[in-house]
C-alpha cells in the first residue's frame, strides 16, 4: 500500500481518538453546578447555580472562558485539562498579589460577560445588576 493511503488513515484515525475524548469528556461534565459561598469571611448571599448546558450549548461559551491556568499572564489552560476548583488559586478572604479574592473573581467574570452580551445586543435576559437573579435565597 502507498505513502498517502497510510497518511490519510492515520488523519481518520486520529480523528476518531480525538472525537471520542472529546465525547468521553463531555459526559463526564455536570449538567448543573452549585456555586457555594464555601470559605467567606461572611456569606452574605445564597449559592449560585451555574448551567453548563445553557452557558455552552445554548450560549456558545467556550470553556476557557470560565475555566484558566494563568501563565504569564495568557490562559493556557486546553479543553479536556484538568479543572481545579476556583478556590484553589482564588482565596476566598483575600486578594493574594494580583489574584482576586474568589467572590471577586467570579463576580468579575460573569458580569463582565452578561454585560458584554448586554450591550453587543445579543440578551436581554442575562443576570447583571439584580444579585438575586443569580444567588438563590439564603437559607
Known amino acids: 500500500m502507498n505513502k498517502k493511503f497510510f497518511g490519510l488513515l492515520s488523519v481518520i484515525l486520529m480523528g476518531v481518538v480525538f472525537l471520542a475524548i472529546g465525547v468521553l469528556t ?16 461572611a456569606d452574605k448571599k445564597g449559592p449560585v447555580d451555574f448551567t453548563h448546558k445553557k452557558h455552552t450549548a445554548d450560549h456558545k461559551v467556550a470553556c476557557a472562558e470560565c475555566h484558566h491556568v494563568i501563565k504569564d499572564g495568557k490562559n493556557v489552560w486546553k479543553e479536556g485539562e484538568a479543572v481545579h476548583k476556583c478556590k484553589e488559586c482564588h482565596d476566598p478572604i483575600e486578594k493574594k498579589g494580583s489574584v482576586d479574592k474568589l467572590q471577586n473573581a467570579y463576580h468579575n467574570n460573569c458580569k463582565d460577560c452578561h454585560k458584554k452580551l448586554a450591550e453587543g445586543g445579543k440578551t436581554t435576559t442575562a443576570p447583571l445588576k439584580k444579585c438575586n437573579d443569580c444567588h438563590q435565597k439564603k437559607s
Open 26 to 41: 463531555a459526559a463526564d461534565v455536570p449538567d448543573k453546578v452549585l456555586i457555594n459561598n464555601e470559605g467567606y469571611a
